[in-house]
């Protein structure tokens, strides 16, 4: 079986402590790569460092919607630079974000759309964030097109409709532990069966969103732990878990342009 943590942030300083028994981790269960998402300039920088030092991992870079005040075209234009080694295959993650509001909503939709615009003229896949952003979201790449985008819509917790019009876009799906939890996961479980398989990726989200069953155990995620997210997604979909691993392996290195 191979699998790819489609998402994470490796970066973060909780795998400090014990990043080698991470890989190893990694490695024993059966997870062959992984990709670290950006969030702003110093851990996009971060990212792309550990990325450089191991095979198995790629980065993104981009400013979350939570770091968007900090956001400057200063910062956008090192970001641009650093997207320019081939360990960087994609853009991201970028996106709304209205339920915590660290940053006002005018200022998230610049600093958007700015990013939007700089990965379309570089040909890079996106990874898309998005919360409670009523549909926003949706309007601002509907008034924003692009012949050639790709994308992930990561961690996926959207309504039915919004689901349709990702797909109906091109985008890819990102699939995290939250599929796992009983309560908290209902509605992604009755939603997942409208995805095709071709467009489904799997994620932890590191050090957030540990799945079941791990999360009765370890507070921390970790890349290792994706295994659970694609079994349970091999469970709902009904589908031979190693056949699903393979064709959703196949899913993420063609989004990211990753031979395979």
């Given at each position: 079986?191979?699998?790819?943590?489609?998402?994470?942030?490796?970066?973060?300083?909780?795998?400090?402590?014990?990043?080698?028994?991470?890989?190893?981790?990694?490695?024993?269960?059966?997870?062959?790569?992984?990709?670290?998402?950006?969030?702003?300039?110093?851990?996009?920088?971060?990212?792309?460092?550990?990325?450089?030092?191991?095979?198995?991992?790629?980065?993104?870079?981009?400013?979350?919607?939570?770091?968007?005040?900090?956001?400057?075209?200063?910062?956008?234009?090192?970001?641009?630079?650093?997207?320019?080694?081939?360990?960087?295959?994609?853009?991201?993650?970028?996106?709304?974000?209205?339920?915590?509001?660290?940053?006002?909503?005018?200022?998230?939709?610049?600093?958007?759309?700015?990013?939007?615009?700089?990965?379309?003229?570089?040909?890079?896949?996106?990874?898309?964030?998005?919360?409670?952003?009523?549909?926003?979201?949706?309007?601002?790449?509907?008034?924003?097109?692009?012949?050639?985008?790709?994308?992930?819509?990561?961690?996926?917790?959207?309504?039915?409709?919004?689901?349709?019009?990702?797909?109906?876009?091109?985008?890819?799906?990102?699939?995290?532990?939250?599929?796992?939890?009983?309560?908290?996961g209902r509605r992604l479980r009755s939603q997942v069966a409208m995805v095709p398989l071709e467009r489904l990726l799997i994620e932890t989200d590191a050090p957030y969103l540990t799945p079941a069953p791990q999360k009765n155990r370890h507070r921390r995620n970790e890349p290792a732990f994706v295994k659970s997210v694609l079994l349970k997604l091999a469970e709902i979909t009904q589908t031979d878990a190693e056949a699903l691993a393979d064709?959703?392996?196949?899913?993420?290195?063609?989004?990211?342009?990753?031979?395979?």
């Amino acid at each position: 079986m191979k699998l790819f943590d489609s998402h994470c942030h490796l970066d973060d300083r909780t795998f400090k402590k014990d990043w080698s028994a991470v890989l190893e981790r990694m490695a024993a269960n059966d997870v062959k790569a992984a990709l670290i998402a950006g969030i702003n300039v110093d851990r996009s920088a971060k990212g792309l460092s550990l990325a450089e030092k191991h095979p198995e991992l790629y980065a993104a870079v981009g400013i979350h919607p939570h770091d968007a005040s900090s956001c400057s075209n200063a910062a956008l234009s090192t970001l641009q630079s650093l997207a320019s080694n081939p360990k960087v295959r994609a853009w991201g993650e970028i996106g709304l974000d209205f339920n915590r509001m660290y940053s006002p909503q005018a200022v998230q939709e610049k600093w958007f759309l700015k990013q939007l615009a700089i990965a379309d003229e570089l040909a890079l896949p996106l990874i898309f964030h998005e919360r409670d952003s009523q549909g926003r979201l949706l309007e601002l790449l509907d008034q924003h097109p692009h012949a050639r985008r790709t994308g992930v819509v990561h961690c996926f917790s959207g309504t039915h409709t919004e689901l349709e019009r990702y797909l109906e876009k091109g985008f890819y799906i990102g699939i995290t532990g939250i599929l796992t939890i009983q309560q908290r996961g209902r509605r992604l479980r009755s939603q997942v069966a409208m995805v095709p398989l071709e467009r489904l990726l799997i994620e932890t989200d590191a050090p957030y969103l540990t799945p079941a069953p791990q999360k009765n155990r370890h507070r921390r995620n970790e890349p290792a732990f994706v295994k659970s997210v694609l079994l349970k997604l091999a469970e709902i979909t009904q589908t031979d878990a190693e056949a699903l691993a393979d064709t959703i392996w196949d899913n993420t290195c063609r989004l990211f342009g990753i031979p395979e």
